[in-house]
């Protein structure tokens, strides 16, 4: 099987933000001690991602590349691809077409974050995966503000509701999503919804009618934000703060998930950690240099 591509999708205006992201993309915003689009890019390279597709808007793309660089200095490959409208998640696998190539992917939406015990088995599950797609869900207490996707008792979808009326599950679709190399093809056969999107839910439903959608489920002890109002970012501010301050890990580290990873070595942490003198991220990646060998990756992280 061809090695799995990462799309992050990082478009959008960020409306439900302003007027805080009138000058600045949203994932660019600071969660805590690092921006936004770190938490995914993570994720994604906890999923065993080398390469990477950035969707932006055009005028937000030359802040990315000042960000991101080429990811050579993480052992990645970075493309950006512009995003000239939101017309949908499912545009994405449009947009990116070129740079799959035939190859399966992993998306991750550019606001989500998750965090949790388990989330490296799981992400390792999907990865697997040759045929069909898996989607992340999370209960919530408000199912009804979310796409919910209902399960039989093998944990395989059954059902794909977007915002129901009477939901017949607790399960919110979150924003990671695993698919094979037909997803392109499958969101060029999609209409636009009554909203006029390309909607990632008419997507799944493609797989869920062949028996093809599995579902992730990130359990107790698994946190997910979707930082897309004021609230919910003050939220994920708070929990990755404490998680980090009470643990002793960061959250969302890129050169750490490179590094357990084997993508880089300890002489490339500390050459990152340069430039950012002696902040305590960049005391982070000097204490995990100084330590030799990367520590066991479990719980690292959610993004995706």
């Given at each position: 099987m061809?090695?799995?591509?990462?799309?992050?999708?990082a478009g959008g205006s960020g409306t439900r933000l302003h007027p805080?992201?009138?000058?600045?993309?949203?994932?660019?915003?600071?969660?805590h001690d690092k921006p936004m689009i770190y938490y995914p890019l993570s994720l994604l390279i906890m999923a065993g991602v080398e390469e990477i597709a950035v969707i932006t808007t055009p005028d937000d793309q030359p802040a990315f590349r000042r960000l991101l660089g080429d990811g050579g200095q993480l052992g990645l490959a970075f493309e950006f691809i512009a995003q000239p409208a939101p017309d949908g998640l499912a545009q994405a696998y449009l947009l990116a077409e070129p740079f799959l190539a035939g190859a399966p992917s992993v998306l991750a939406l550019g606001d989500n974050i998750f965090h949790g015990p388990d989330l490296q088995r799981l992400l390792d599950?999907?990865?697997?995966?040759?045929?069909?797609?898996t989607?992340?869900?999370?209960?919530v207490s408000d199912p009804e503000r979310y796409g919910v996707v209902e399960t039989d008792s093998s944990g395989r979808a059954v059902g794909l509701v977007e915002k129901p009326a009477r939901p017949q599950s607790r399960l919110a679709a979150t924003g990671l999503?695993?698919?094979?190399?037909?997803?392109?093809?499958?969101?060029?056969?999609?209409?636009?919804?009554a909203r006029g999107e390309l909607e990632i839910t008419a997507l799944l439903e493609t797989y869920l009618a062949e028996g093809r959608l599995e579902v992730a489920t990130l359990g107790p002890g698994h946190a997910w934000f979707d930082t897309g109002t004021h609230e919910s970012l003050c939220e994920a501010v708070n929990f990755v703060r404490t998680v980090e301050r009470h643990q002793g890990l960061r959250i969302g580290c890129i050169e750490e998930a490179a590094y357990r990873r084997g993508l880089i070595d300890a002489?490339?942490?500390?050459?990152?950690?340069?430039?950012?003198?002696?902040?305590?991220?960049?005391?982070?990646l000097r204490g995990l240099a100084a330590a030799g060998v990367p520590r066991p990756a479990a719980g690292l992280l959610k993004i995706a």
């Open positions: 061809r090695q799995r591509k990462g799309i992050v999708l805080v992201t009138l000058g600045v993309s949203k994932q660019l915003l600071p969660v599950a999907a990865r697997r995966q040759i045929l069909g797609a989607l992340f869900a999370h209960p999503y695993f698919a094979d190399h037909e997803a392109p093809s499958r969101a060029a056969t999609l209409r636009p919804s002489e490339a942490l500390l050459r990152l950690a340069a430039p950012m003198g002696r902040t305590a991220y960049a005391e982070h």
